[in-house]
């Protein structure tokens, strides 16, 4: 069994099975390799026989060792512990989340964390679990540049999520189209759209959403002579006008609007139409229910879960889809 460091940072037991977890996985230890017993591990690693027994007990719920009288402890499974690196938390990243951790087996282990889109951050956590997971399913710190960071990670154990308006060809990937899809989604409901004189675009300037959808945006509207405007800034925003149909990406700008609304007396889905991006559970009860434009996150996190344990490749673009409540 390889050298353990412990330190006061985490427990022994924890530590003791996770180096024994990491060898498994860099296959330092193989199916069928014996390790050392109670006494002799708590002898190796001056630690208590009690913490070498409580460790390989834990091992043993992973699916990773057995023991027999004859043989006494010996490792009879492969590590899977996964890497799952999201941007931020939202709702809807938690239901990615929960429905990905829910189609794993009993034994896979999912170490969930966000990047914040903090480029510095993604990449120190990218380097400094290389060689620690036996899979990683990350969203990409930019929708326009492939991160060299993730080059350091083999092909075959990555999958992108997410994000993905770069090359792209050699990876596995679960992505969105911030682009024509979206357009395609306007597009759907173009003569819902038509009974009011202008349609508005809140999209901040510190908002990490790929810019591109601004340019589509603008598309879509030249093509149907929709009167249009972009607020990029809060000094911008001079409250909400009757006649008007928004289309926000943040909660918050959304509750902007609708508290500007109630301020107002306008009515949304006949005074002002009102559009969120990336669907989400509460969007339903809110103001009778609130249009939203959104690939299925729960989905995306099944996807996920299936490469992860059958470890075929995938390259697919999930469909965006208009969400139809009562507030256009």
């Not at 719920?61 to 690196?85: A, C, F, M, W």
């Not at 997971?133 to 350091?152: G, I, Q, R, T, W």
């Not at 024509?180 to 202008?198: I, V």
């Amino acid at each position: 069994m390889p050298q353990i460091k412990f330190s006061n940072s985490s427990s022994k037991i924890k530590i003791l099975a996770d180096g024994i977890s990491l060898s498994i996985m860099q296959g330092k230890l193989k199916r069928g390799d014996n390790l050392p017993s109670i006494n002799e591990a708590s002898s190796n690693h001056k630690i208590s026989r009690d913490t070498v027994f409580k460790a390989y007990n834990e091992l043993k719920k992973r699916g990773l060792i057995d023991s027999t009288p004859q043989k006494g402890y010996y490792i009879t499974g492969e590590v899977n512990h996964i890497l799952l690196l999201l941007d931020t938390y939202s709702s809807f990243k938690q239901n990615l989340y929960h429905r990905f951790a829910a189609n794993l087996p009993d034994n896979y282990k999912v170490d969930l964390i966000f990047h914040q889109y903090n480029e510095h951050l993604f990449e120190t956590i990218v380097h400094e679990t290389i060689g620690k997971y036996s899979m990683y399913v990350v969203m990409n710190f930019s929708n326009d540049h492939f991160s060299e960071a993730l080059k350091s990670i083999p092909n075959n154990k990555l999958l992108l999520l997410d994000f993905g308006s770069f090359e792209k060809s050699t990876y596995s990937y679960i992505c969105q189209d911030f682009d024509k899809s979206f357009y395609e989604c306007l597009s759907s409901c173009r003569n819902l759209l038509k009974k009011y004189r202008k349609f508005s675009f809140i999209f901040p300037e510190e908002l990490c959403h790929p810019i591109s959808s601004i340019e589509f945006f603008v598309r879509f509207c030249k093509d149907n002579n929709f009167a249009f405007e972009v607020f990029r800034k809060d000094a911008d925003w001079h409250g909400v006008e009757a006649g008007t149909v928004y289309l926000c990406i943040l909660p918050e700008d959304m509750v902007k609007i609708i508290k500007d609304a109630d301020i107002a007396r306008l009515s949304i889905g006949s005074d002002i139409g009102l559009i969120a991006y990336n669907d989400n559970p509460i969007l339903e009860v809110i103001e009778n229910g609130i249009s939203a434009i959104s690939v299925d996150f729960g989905l995306m996190g099944e996807m996920a879960a299936n490469f992860v344990i059958t470890k075929r490749p995938i390259q697919e673009y999930l469909p965006t889809e208009l969400i139809l409540r009562n507030s256009i």
